[in-house]
């Protein structure tokens, strides 16, 4: 059990706050949890942003069988999961990684699915940003070795759109694939698509504004790598989990090195508290 008291939905309280970007009109419910949301709405290409919950010691997953989720590591924070959903709630699209679905595989990436207990006031935000549906979820898949019958696939609840390789594509299309589901194959590519050719891929399909990145931290590391996050929305939660030698606990990137000689740095551009929890928000311009 989490002993931050991270069970309660408490407002969060605002220490610093961005003033770039539109003010999202949020419900009222909305607006007293989080404050003031704004997000940039740029003309010309999609705003790419990415939204992860770590550890002070910088771990996103215990990597362990029944403590793989994010969950596990804010301590089921429910203003993490009200955060969670308002991002998910904005955004056109959301992009994760086949290990990502792997560790929560009856999971839909919607905002309704993280608190469902929001879910009027996160379909009435949606409505006024003139959304009519949920945000279409992205799998990127070298292998394509996935289950179409999982609910992202089967449910019919969300369309969604497989990034994968031509042998992935190959490899899912053996099974039944659902109305629902698009599967598209990036020519050329080895094992690992490149994170622009992902986006070129989505925005073909789907040309949104706001694209939200939930990782993991294999997908996350490739977006970095070719520097094409604009932004990171990152909870802190006051936990230290420790790491064993080898024990494959991930932390927020793997799969890339940046620094010392290439590094990434933020600048960083709101700080919003719950408890014992910071809701940070940095930019890479
Ligand atoms: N704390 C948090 O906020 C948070 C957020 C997200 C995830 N997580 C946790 O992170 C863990 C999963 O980590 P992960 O690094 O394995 O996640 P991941 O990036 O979701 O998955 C890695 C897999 O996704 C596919 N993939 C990712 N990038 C690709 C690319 N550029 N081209 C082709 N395929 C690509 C590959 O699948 P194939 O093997 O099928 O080719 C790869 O093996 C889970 O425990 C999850 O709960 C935590």
Redesign the pocket.
């Known amino acids: 059990m989490p002993r931050s008291g991270s069970a309660t939905l408490a407002p969060l309280k605002t220490l610093f706050e961005t003033k770039r970007g539109k003010v999202v009109p949020l419900p009222p419910k909305l607006a007293r949890l989080y404050g003031c949301l704004r997000m940039p709405l740029p003309r010309t290409h999609p705003h790419v942003f990415s939204?992860?919950?770590?550890t002070l010691d910088g771990v996103?997953?215990?990597?362990t069988k029944g403590h793989?989720?994010?969950g596990d590591?804010?301590g089921f924070s429910a203003q993490d999961r009200m955060v969670m959903g308002l991002l998910r709630a904005i955004a056109d699209v959301v992009i994760?990684?086949?290990?990502?679905?792997?560790?929560?595989s009856r999971h839909l990436w919607t905002a309704e699915a993280i608190f469902p207990k929001l879910a009027d006031e996160y379909r009435r935000l949606s409505k006024a940003l003139g959304k009519s549906e949920a945000p279409l979820n992205v799998i990127?898949?070298?292998?394509?070795?996935?289950d179409l019958r999982l609910p992202v696939f089967a449910s019919g609840k969300v369309q969604t759109l497989i990034?994968?390789?031509t042998a992935?594509a190959k490899h899912l299309l053996k099974q039944g694939v659902p109305d629902s589901v698009e599967v598209r194959a990036i020519r050329r590519?080895a094992?690992?698509?490149?994170?622009r050719a992902?986006l070129d891929e989505v925005y073909r399909v789907h040309p949104g504004k706001l694209i939200l990145v939930?990782?993991?931290?294999?997908?996350?590391?490739?977006f970095y790598a070719e520097r094409l996050i604009d932004e990171q929305f990152l909870?802190l939660a006051p936990q230290i989990a420790g790491r064993d030698d080898d024990d494959g606990r991930?932390s927020l990137v793997?799969?890339k090195a940046f620094a010392p000689g290439d590094a990434r740095w933020g600048r960083l551009t709101d700080v919003r508290r719950g408890g014992s929890h910071l809701f940070l928000r940095y930019s890479f311009p």
């Open positions: 939204n992860f919950v770590t996103v997953s215990l990597n793989a989720s994010g590591i804010s994760i990684g086949a290990g990502t679905l792997g560790a929560d990127v898949s070298g292998r394509g070795e996935i990034i994968t390789t992935g590519s094992s690992v698509i490149s994170a992902i939930e990782g993991g931290p294999r997908l996350l590391g490739d909870t991930l793997m799969g």
